[in-house]
């Protein structure tokens, strides 16, 4: 499924959070949204899972408003994983992840052998498998951060909106979700602050400062020295990483006075 932003603007209290933002996701692609904090990231991605509706501007599912679309029917079609994600009750692992299929059921109807396999699976590839009757609150961060993104998953949304996902991750499982995500099958749209992980992980990336897109294409073409400088305000060189010819970021500390 095609995911567009096409002019979106969100204001709040005369303040313009996110400014005529028109980006295009392609069918399967993974495009990571980048900034610096308070560039807009978080609330374009409320637009695309409808916490926020836009005050101008069209999100487009295949060429379909979203806002045309039933809640059950974006529930459907787009799962996010956000910042803020929390349960909390002390529901079991496994029950938060079951959660995930709900805009899928009707009524009273009990998940069916399919659909506690793909719950199952799911928590496997994710590692938290061991994870299934341990209550969520008693989960470490990380853990609880794998269980949520499992739930994202096991909605098989044909888009997935992820804010910081590998936020409490370590670097091992920072690396192996984002491989997952690679091969998943959903368009992703990810707004990620590693840019060495955005580099590494995404198809192509949008920068975002103030609120508005001011770069966008693939890693290489996006992430150069003078970008870095201009809208992150870091020096740093741009390397080929050895093994994959990923661009690669060697920060520069500035100078102590």
Known sequence: MELSLDGVTFALDGDTLVRDLSLHVGTGQIVGLVGPNGSGKSTALRCVYRALRPT??????????????????SARAVAAMTQDSSVDLDFTAEEVVSLGRAPHLRGNRTPSERERGLVTGTMARLG???????GILTLSGGERQRVLVARALVQEPEVLVLDEPTNHLDIRHQLELLALLRGSGPTVLVA?????????????????????????GTPEEVLTAELLREVFGVRADVVRHPRTGDPQLLYVLPAHP
């Open 128 to 134: 938290i498998g061991h994870l299934a009757h341990r």
């Open 192 to 216: 990620l602050h590693d840019l060495n992980l955005a580099a590494a992980a995404c198809d192509r990336l949008a920068v975002l400062s103030r609120g508005r897109l001011v770069a966008s």
């Open 56 to 73: 101008g501007g069209t999100v487009l599912l295949d060429g379909r408003d979203l806002t045309s679309l039933t809640p059950r029917e």
